[in-house]
Structure formats: C-alpha cells, structure tokens
C-alpha cells in the first residue's frame, strides 16, 4: 500500500505563488508515475501534471509555462507542483496520485487533497 500526504495549499492573490508538497509512504519501489490533479467546485477532477518515474513530464494547456512539476526519487519519495502566475480559475482541490503496481496490476492511490483559492 501506497499513503500519499499533500501540504501546501492555502490563499493567495492572483498572479502569486505557491508550492504543493506531496509526500510518499508505503511500498515506494512499486510506484510508477505521479501527478497532481484538481477539482474545482462542481467540476470535474482533471489532470494539471504528471511525472513519469525517469522524469519526463506532461501539462494540462491552461497550466503549461506556469506551473511545474518535479519528482524526488529517493529513500523518501517526493513530488512537487510549483504554481506561479496563479490565476482565480485555478482555485481548486489538488490532489497527489500515484499509479502504483499491485499484483501486476495498475492501481491508483491518491491523497486527502489540499485547497488552492486564488482571489481575483
């Protein structure tokens, strides 16, 4: 089993910062690739970014050249969404997943989620 914790979020005003942590725990050496999700009210949970294991990286469009995402793979897994130039339409749940190798199957395993609010 996979726990995935994330930290980070919180209020800001448009066209700032903030940086997501999202800590992994458990049986690290049967994940795969990460990415953070979000959910904004009454929408849809969508991908904002994802990062394979070697560290090749993919962004939703209304996210490229704004936000990034790194990966840490070492004794304590960690991954990381810089968010700059955020937007009021950002504002949103995020949420680390985590694609982890469970009986030679793919399963999907995600944290709690972390609040983004951007104010206008």
């Known amino acids: 089993q996979v726990q995935l914790v994330e930290s980070g979020g919180g209020l800001v005003q448009a066209g700032g910062s903030l940086r997501l942590a999202c800590a992994a725990s458990?049986?690290?050496?049967?994940?795969?690739?990460m990415g953070w999700y979000r959910q904004g009210r009454g929408k849809q949970r969508e991908l904002v970014a994802a990062i394979t294991r070697g560290g090749n990286t993919n962004y939703a469009d209304s996210v490229k050249g704004r936000f990034a995402i790194t990966r840490n793979n070492a004794k304590n897994l960690t991954m990381d969404l810089q968010m700059n130039s955020l937007k009021p339409e950002d504002t949103a749940a995020y949420y680390c997943?985590?694609?982890?190798?469970?009986?030679?199957?793919?399963?999907?395993?995600w944290g709690q989620g972390t609040q983004v609010t951007v104010s206008s």
């Open positions: 997943a985590a694609d982890v190798v469970v009986r030679g199957r793919y399963q999907r395993s």
């Open positions: 458990g049986d690290l050496i049967n994940i795969n690739d």
